[in-house]
């Protein structure tokens, strides 16, 4: 009886040691990151009032509360490449900081919240790559994996 009572238990732990559906070279993904591609709109105007539309589109790396990443911001004048400055970009759930570093001065930002189901960030983003400096809304989304 008493072997029987040791090998059970045992059994159950191979037993769910074998249900792992991921294998050794496959990386772990966790379910509350906000690791991903992100793309959204960005609308402004320019000096004559007439709109202007900016695409985002940018890749974000989280660990804990620091985040890495680049993208860009398209508009009618062409691409503009960014990074998330390292050391000063923030995520602690829901929000985010992020410091956005084009060519040249001055940073850029995207500040703003995760939802929930951390599919979208809402919030504001300022920076060269826009006409002026202005802060202007943005919603990104997450694209599906």
Avoid at 43 to 51: H, R, V, Y
């Amino acid at each position: 009886m008493t072997r029987t009572a040791f090998l059970l238990p045992l059994a159950f732990l191979f037993f769910l040691t074998a249900c792992d559906s991921s294998g050794p070279n496959e990386p772990m993904v966790r379910e509350n990151s906000i690791d991903g591609n992100w793309v959204g709109e960005v609308t402004s105007q320019d000096l004559n009032g007439m709109p202007l539309s900016f695409a985002v589109d940018m890749t974000i790396a989280e660990d804990r509360s620091n985040v890495t990443g680049s993208g860009t911001v398209t508009g009618p004048d062409g691409a503009k490449a960014f990074t998330l400055v390292e050391g000063s970009s923030s995520y602690l759930h829901p929000i985010i900081n992020f410091d956005l570093l084009f060519d040249g001065p001055p940073l850029g930002e995207l500040n703003g919240a995760i939802t929930e189901d951390l599919k979208q960030i809402r919030g504001t983003m300022s920076g060269p790559g826009f006409a002026g400096i202005a802060e202007l809304e943005i919603v990104l989304s997450k694209r599906p994996q």
